[in-house]
């Protein structure tokens, strides 16, 4: 049985006088009015959480400031409940009602699927959730057994599921995580993961914080939210970052070279070290022109370069964009981002690690980190504040070193600040 999301609409929300950043309220049954003790209520991708208390009650302050926050509220046996937050309407005064959660017979799916074990897809799982960079060779997860899988092979596609939150320890950067996945999804044709949830963190021992804090640096120059920070401030150039746009078009002569092969317009072997033989049928189709030297060997060599070749090819522009160039609207707190195509996002002020040229096997020098990103929703636009929060998540997608990167094991909290004096 999945989670189920409920997104809980404003009424529900009590302003009250003052202006302390504070959230309180109470949890209970939504069917009884019996409160819930012992729930989870936390700011998403925060470090501000707690437990409601015996009769239901809970108390968080020090919200951070944003105008999208996420409360979340969760109890095992209940539906999880998140609220959308403006830190401008703090304080606030929550009933955060939560229904029990029903038995559901798994044979009512829209596609049939197997379920699968942790021994065959576990590795998987660990690579695409928390990372392959050499910071998640430090993060665990403590509760693994609570992880259920599901093969669809009819989409070619692995969905894992966890009815309670997982639990990871991450020693390369000093957080206890507590993640409640919504959704986590790998699927195979298209070569792409996603995973999507609400994050609580927790510092692992305050005593030892300074091995951690050049490693928090590290993961969050050149980052994600640090690019979104800049575009915010509007300072690309001097936090070290460079924007192009980027369009993705067709190989139309790999295309035209594979439709040949298709229709036996091409004797002999396309692939080499294969016993494949291809012979050209009696009638070749109109539209394919043949010419005396098709079947050269020269020309033979040349097709097999071209069926090597990507299947698209990137285009660049040439100028550089400014921040004012990609913000649709600046209204304080947050901003509006839009862009067709792709984005490339190159960071001058580092390199490509070892790991991930080795991931994509690329045996040349490291380059400067560059990123790919565009929207799913070309239709919709993408919002964030000058924390390099960011939403709706599930519309951005990424590529090449934040592809690499974005994972759990370099993930960093809302209201992290870099202590280095080189933070832009």
């Given at each position: 049985?999945?989670?189920?999301?409920?997104?809980?609409?404003?009424?529900?929300?009590?302003?009250?006088?003052?202006?302390?950043?504070?959230?309180?309220?109470?949890?209970?049954?939504?069917?009884?009015g019996?409160?819930?003790?012992?729930?989870?209520?936390?700011?998403?991708?925060?470090?501000?959480?707690?437990?409601?208390?015996?009769?239901?009650?809970?108390?968080?302050?020090?919200?951070p400031?944003?105008?999208?926050?996420?409360?979340?509220?969760?109890?095992?046996?209940?539906?999880?409940?998140?609220?959308?937050?403006?830190?401008?309407?703090?304080?606030?005064?929550?009933?955060?009602?939560?229904?029990?959660?029903?038995?559901?017979?798994?044979?009512?799916?829209?596609?049939?699927?197997?379920?699968?074990?942790?021994?065959?897809?576990?590795?998987?799982?660990?690579?695409?959730?928390?990372?392959?960079?050499i910071?998640?060779?430090?993060?665990?997860?403590m509760?693994?057994?609570?992880?259920?899988?599901?093969?669809?092979?009819?989409?070619?596609?692995?969905?894992?599921?966890?009815?309670?939150?997982?639990?990871?320890?991450?020693?390369?950067?000093?957080?206890?995580?507590?993640?409640?996945?919504?959704?986590?999804?790998?699927k195979?044709?298209?070569?792409?993961?996603?995973?999507?949830?609400?994050?609580?963190?927790?510092?692992?021992?305050?005593?030892?914080?300074?091995?951690?804090?050049?490693?928090?640096?590290?993961?969050?120059f050149?980052?994600?939210?640090?690019?979104?920070?800049?575009?915010?401030?509007?300072?690309?150039?001097?936090?070290?970052?460079?924007?192009?746009?980027?369009?993705?078009?067709?190989?139309?002569?790999?295309e035209?070279?594979?439709?040949?092969?298709?229709?036996?317009?091409?004797?002999?072997?396309?692939?080499?070290g294969?016993?494949?033989?291809?012979?050209?049928?009696?009638?070749?189709?109109a539209?394919?022109?043949?010419?005396?030297?098709?079947?050269?060997p020269?020309?033979?060599?040349?097709?097999?370069?071209?069926?090597?070749?990507?299947?698209?090819?990137?285009?660049?522009?040439?100028?550089?964009?400014?921040?004012?160039?990609?913000?649709?609207?600046?209204?304080?707190?947050?901003?509006?981002?839009?862009?067709?195509d792709?984005?490339?996002?190159?960071?001058?002020?580092?390199?490509?690690?070892?790991?991930?040229?080795?991931?994509?096997r690329e045996?040349?020098?490291?380059?400067?980190?560059?990123?790919?990103?565009?929207?799913?929703?070309?239709?919709?636009?993408?919002?964030?504040?000058?924390?390099?929060?960011?939403?709706?998540?599930?519309?951005?997608?990424?590529?090449?070193?934040?592809?690499?990167?974005?994972?759990?094991?370099?993930?960093?909290?809302?209201e992290?600040?870099?202590?280095?004096?080189?933070?832009?």
């Amino acid at each position: 049985m999945r989670i189920i999301l409920l997104m809980i609409a404003c009424s529900v929300l009590h302003v009250t006088a003052g202006a302390q950043p504070v959230i309180k309220g109470h949890v209970v049954n939504a069917e009884t009015g019996v409160p819930v003790p012992g729930s989870s209520v936390f700011i998403s991708n925060t470090a501000r959480g707690t437990v409601s208390s015996n009769d239901g009650s809970f108390y968080l302050d020090k919200i951070p400031e944003s105008s999208q926050l996420q409360l979340v509220v969760s109890s095992i046996g209940y539906h999880t409940r998140v609220y959308n937050v403006n830190s401008n309407q703090l304080p606030m005064d929550i009933k955060a009602e939560l229904l029990p959660k029903v038995d559901e017979l798994d044979n009512v799916t829209v596609e049939a699927y197997e379920a699968e074990t942790w021994d065959k897809w576990g590795k998987l799982f660990l690579e695409n959730f928390l990372g392959y960079s050499i910071n998640a060779r430090y993060c665990r997860i403590m509760n693994t057994e609570d992880i259920r899988f599901r093969y669809y092979k009819k989409t070619n596609r692995l969905e894992a599921i966890a009815d309670k939150p997982l639990i990871i320890e991450n020693r390369a950067l000093g957080y206890r995580i507590q993640y409640q996945m919504e959704q986590f999804e790998v699927k195979f044709k298209e070569k792409s993961s996603f995973f999507a949830g609400y994050t609580l963190f927790q510092e692992l021992n305050t005593k030892t914080k300074n091995r951690w804090v050049n490693a928090r640096e590290k993961a969050y120059f050149g980052s994600m939210k640090h690019f979104l920070q800049a575009l915010y401030n509007n300072n690309l150039e001097e936090a070290g970052f460079q924007v192009r746009r980027m369009k993705r078009i067709p190989n139309k002569e790999k295309e035209r070279v594979r439709t040949m092969w298709r229709r036996g317009a091409i004797k002999g072997n396309l692939f080499e070290g294969t016993t494949v033989v291809i012979t050209a049928p009696k009638q070749i189709a109109a539209d394919t022109t043949q010419t005396s030297d098709v079947n050269h060997p020269d020309s033979l060599a040349y097709y097999r370069i071209v069926l090597r070749q990507n299947d698209f090819v990137d285009e660049y522009e040439r100028h550089t964009l400014t921040a004012d160039s990609l913000i649709l609207s600046n209204t304080p707190p947050h901003k509006t981002f839009w862009f067709p195509d792709y984005l490339e996002v190159t960071y001058k002020h580092g390199l490509e690690s070892q790991a991930y040229l080795d991931f994509y096997r690329e045996t040349r020098n490291p380059y400067y980190q560059r990123s790919l990103i565009f929207l799913a929703d070309k239709k919709s636009a993408m919002y964030f504040d000058r924390r390099g929060n960011y939403w709706p998540v599930q519309n951005i997608y990424t590529s090449a070193w934040w592809g690499f990167m974005e994972r759990i094991c370099n993930m960093l909290p809302i209201e992290y600040v870099p202590e280095s004096k080189n933070a832009k």
